[in-house]
């Protein structure tokens, strides 16, 4: 059986990069933040993302939360929701709460859930994806004379793609409507995570040393240095280190 073998120091290694990962981001825009520029970050970032953290959720109105975003779940931009603005240092008073995607020349407007079957997008009544729509407000068809994104697909929770909504909210607003909020974490861009274990497979649920897991959809997975470690590679091989 093939092993992964870290020492001690490279192991840490990894987890503090992955802890670094999760607390910033995109917002070092590709280029590692210095130790010094990493603890100015967090002094200034951590306090007002757990007091303005953001939900965000896929629903019918009323209905339940049929999807819960996290931070790697696609726009109907094709962008990932850790790409949109999440964080706030003063939650702008209007509703809906708009994320706009920050990267450069994507002109989506607010941070937008389209379903997915397993890791395919659903299809427009017009047979193109959603990529295949301007991600502009609208979202008109670019292949054919399509007016606007309007799938037939049918949600678990049987009521129709197109009366759901994608949901931002504050703490007091999703707890106003009952829902968890879960515990304050200082990452960026959880969206709808709230539960780690709640959501996770056996061997995941390690959450030692501070390096949490978590899954945010059913087929993407992430783990820290100290879990593959732990595991086969059986197990090794289905978790995807990206
Ligand atoms: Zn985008
Ligand atoms: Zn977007
Ligand atoms: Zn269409
Ligand atoms: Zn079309
Ligand atoms: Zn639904």
């Known amino acids: ?29 590709g280029r590692l933040f210095t130790p010094e520029q990493y603890e100015e970050y ?4 951590l306090p007002q993302r757990m007091k303005n953290r953001l939900y965000v959720s896929f629903g019918v109105p009323g209905g339940i939360d049929c999807k819960l975003i996290g931070p790697e779940t696609q726009c109907f931009c094709t962008h990932r929701y850790k790409q949109h603005k999440t964080d706030f240092e003063v939650v702008p ?7 706009p ?25 017009c047979k ?10 609208g979202h008109s068809c670019r292949k054919c004379s399509c007016s606007g994104f309007h799938s037939p697909y049918i949600c678990g929770c049987g009521q129709p793609s197109s ?16 829902r968890p909020i879960g515990r304050d974490v200082p990452y960026a861009a959880m969206g709808g995570l709230t539960g780690f274990s709640s959501l996770l497979d ?24 100290s879990t593959v470690i732990q595991t ?8 995807r280190l990206s």
Do not use: F
């Not at 001690?8 to 981001?25: F, N, P, Q």
């Not at 990267?103 to 659903?122: D, E, L």
């Open 202 to 225: 056996g061997y995941l649920t390690l959450e030692t040393s501070g390096s949490e897991q978590d899954r945010e959809d059913d087929c993407q997975q992430r783990s820290s240095a």
């Open 128 to 137: 193109h994806l959603p990529r295949d729509h301007s991600e502009v407000t």
């Open 93 to 99: 008073p209007e509703r809906p709460l708009n994320l």
């Open 1 to 29: 059986m093939e092993r992964i073998c870290l020492d001690k120091s490279s192991l840490k290694a990894v987890d503090d990069y992955w802890t670094y990962r999760r607390i910033v981001g995109e917002d070092d825009k």
């Open 101 to 125: 995607c920050q990267v450069r020349g994507c002109h989506c407007s607010t941070y937008h859930y389209a379903p997915q079957i397993g890791t395919n997008h659903v299809h427009c009544r």
């Open 42 to 45: 967090k002094r200034k970032v």
């Open 232 to 239: 086969s590679t059986k197990a090794a091989s289905s978790v």
């Open 163 to 178: 009366a759901h909504q994608t949901l931002v909210e504050t703490k007091l607003e999703r707890e106003a409507r009952g």
